[in-house]
């Protein structure tokens, strides 16, 4: 399985709710970069994704983007295949 990283705060729902999608489809470990707790962290995720929330989710080296962008791959059949690629 790929490496996931997902850029995150604290508290986000966001980030909750795609954290329960990735587990519900086999990810056992989601390396999380709070930007709230090391703010250099976000210059770096928005130069990285070129956005500004949170989550901001890559799969191996494959920016997915936030909750709905991983949710839309999902209900498309796209995310277990990528996660196992």
């Given amino acids: 399985m790929k490496k996931v990283v ?3 705060t604290g508290y986000c729902p966001y980030c909750s709710r795609a954290e329960m999608l990735l587990k519900q489809r086999g990810v056992e470990a989601i390396e999380k970069i709070f930007i ?3 703010p250099a962290q976000r210059d ?3 130069q990285r ?3 500004r929330t949170v989550p901001q989710i890559y799969i191996g080296e ?3 983007g936030g909750c ?3 949710y839309a ?3 498309a059949g796209q995310l277990v295949p990528m996660l196992a690629a």
């Fill in 6 to 8: 997902m850029y995150a």
């Fill in 36 to 38: 709230d707790q090391d």
């Fill in 44 to 46: 770096v995720m928005m």
């Fill in 49 to 51: 994704t070129g956005r």
């Fill in 62 to 64: 494959d920016h997915v």
């Fill in 68 to 70: 709905d962008d991983l």
């Fill in 73 to 75: 791959l999902d209900r």
